[in-house]
Nanobody, 126 residues
C-alpha cells in the first residue's frame, strides 16, 4: 500500500521560509513522478510543483517559481518543497502526490496523480 506522509508545515511570518517533506513508503519511490499541490477552503486544489523520477525535470507554477523549489532524494524515498519569501497568499494545505509507475514523467493536473498524502497546513502571517 502506497503511503505519503507530509511534514514541515507550520506558522511563519511573511518573508520567511519553510521546507516541506513527504515520506513515501509501500512502493519503489524512484518509479514515480511526484508533485506538490495546495488547497484553500472553497477553492480547487492547485498545482505547485512537479519533479521527474530522477529529479532531472521540474516544473513550478508561475506564482511560486521564483520562490519555491522542488527536489527529491530517492535513497531516502523523500520529496521536498523548499519555500522561500513566503507570502500570506501561500497559506494553504499542501499535499504531496505520486504518479503511478509507468505514467507520465511529471504532471501539473490533479487527475494525473494516483496517490495523495493527507496534507500539511502552511500559514503565513502578514
Amino acid at each position: 500500500q502506497v503511503q505519503l506522509v507530509e511534514s514541515g508545515g507550520g506558522l511563519v511570518q511573511a518573508g520567511g521560509s519553510l521546507r516541506l517533506s513527504c515520506a513515501v513508503s509501500g512502493t519503489t519511490f524512484s518509479r514515480h513522478g511526484m508533485g506538490w499541490f495546495r488547497q484553500t477552503p472553497g477553492k480547487l486544489r492547485e498545482f505547485v510543483a512537479t519533479i521527474r523520477w530522477d529529479g532531472g525535470e521540474t516544473y513550478l507554477a508561475d506564482s511560486v517559481k521564483e520562490r519555491f523549489s522542488i527536489s527529491r532524494d530517492n535513497d531516502k524515498s523523500a520529496l521536498y518543497l523548499q519555500m522561500n519569501n513566503l507570502k500570506p497568499e501561500d497559506t494553504a494545505v499542501y499535499y504531496c502526490a505520486a504518479i503511478r509507475p509507468g505514467g507520465q514523467a511529471t504532471g501539473t493536473l490533479r487527475y494525473q496523480y494516483d496517490y495523495w498524502g493527507q496534507g500539511t497546513q502552511v500559514t503565513v502571517s502578514s
